[in-house]
């Protein structure tokens, strides 16, 4: 069983910069993509950034050029560097991690959120 913890969330003022780290109970280099999502309340789930196994970077168009995603496999981590918070980025943020089985079996694992508020 996989386990993902993150941490780093809180209250920060628009302008502001925050980072959350995901850390996860086994090798992450194992996963196929490791990514952020973030969710307010009566929303859908959304995607805000994804890191592949090779390093490959991608973003949701708002946060482009503000946000950025990280690994370290040696310290089995994921972090989100998040820069210039506006209100509208204030979300419970999910740390999620793909594993792509020979198979084609996809198995998708979720952590417990922290919650970010960016408010003056």
């Known amino acids: 069983q996989v386990q993902l913890v993150e941490s780093g969330g809180g209250l920060v003022q628009p302008g502001g910069s925050l980072r959350l780290s995901c850390a996860a109970s086994?090798?992450?280099?194992?996963?196929?993509?490791m990514g952020w999502y973030r969710q307010v309340p009566g929303k859908g789930r959304e995607l805000v950034a994804t890191?592949?196994?090779?390093?490959?970077?991608d973003y949701v168009g708002s946060v482009k050029g503000r946000f950025a995603i990280s690994r370290d496999n040696a310290k089995n981590t994921v972090y989100l560097q998040m820069n210039s918070l506006k209100p509208e980025d204030a979300a419970v943020y999910y740390c999620?991690?793909?594993?792509?089985?020979?198979?084609?079996?996809?198995?998708?694992?979720w952590g417990q959120g922290t919650q970010v508020n960016v408010s003056s």
């Open positions: 999620n991690a793909v594993l792509l089985s020979l198979s084609g079996g996809r198995n998708t694992y």
């Open positions: 086994r090798s992450i280099f194992s996963f196929n993509v």
């Open positions: 890191i592949t196994s090779v390093g490959s970077t």
